[in-house]
């Protein structure tokens, strides 16, 4: 059972950044630090409703690339490795089961990397409230960036043996991987995708 340790809890490529933050529901924001004055001011409805994502402001700052958000695949946290590179290779795709890949785009204008939850985020129902649980800033590059989600299928690992079939025991797994391509490196999608679930659109 190789690589069983990188599976669970990464990093499945070195120089990774392993991220925990509470949420208490579903939906992970990612923006540069500089643009939180301009997503306020937007008010987007997702800032309050994980179900409101269709809203003018909301679609406007995800095509815009200042906001980007996705959804994790239950509530408990954002478990994520983040990688800033190439996405991932054959080979590291080889170690595990993946669910499909989503891709997004996202101006870093300072590469300061905000990674916050519902439960984090210094906006929106939480405008103006003392927080008690602190979101995750990773600085990076300033650009332009395509953002892959590779999320792990847990359930076909534990079915194929690469994992232990008691998997969800295990403290401090990551279960996503996010990836920021610079655009230097790829070629940057115009207009861009959305990383949202198609049901939140």
Not at 66 to 79: K, P, Q, R, S, W
Not at 105 to 121: D, F, K, N, V
Request: net charge negative; with cysteine.
């Amino acid at each position: 059972m190789a690589n069983t340790h990188n599976l669970l809890e990464g990093p499945l490529r070195s120089g990774a950044t392993i991220v925990h933050v509470y949420s208490d529901r579903t939906i992970a924001f990612l923006y540069d630090g500089s643009n939180e004055a301009q997503i306020r001011e937007s008010d987007p409805a997702i800032l309050k409703d994980e179900d409101s994502a269709d809203d003018a402001a909301t679609q406007e700052l995800i095509q815009d690339g200042v906001l980007l958000a996705y959804v994790m695949e239950d509530d408990g946290g954002i478990d994520a490795e983040v990688i800033v590179g190439a996405p991932l290779s054959d080979e590291e795709l080889a170690q595990g089961c993946w669910k499909t890949p989503q891709r997004g785009y996202l101006q870093l204008p300072t590469g300061r990397l905000m990674i916050h939850s519902y439960s984090t985020i210094p906006m929106g129902d939480n405008e103006g409230e003392e927080l008690e649980e602190e979101g995750h800033l990773l600085e990076t590059t300033a650009g332009e960036y395509v953002v892959t989600i590779y999320r792990k299928d847990w359930a076909t690992m534990a079915r194929k043996g690469l994992i232990e079939e008691d998997w969800k025991e295990e403290d401090g797994r990551t279960n996503d991987i996010i990836v920021l391509t610079h655009g230097d490196e790829v070629e940057l999608e115009h207009p861009p995708t959305t990383i949202l679930f198609d049901e939140l659109l």
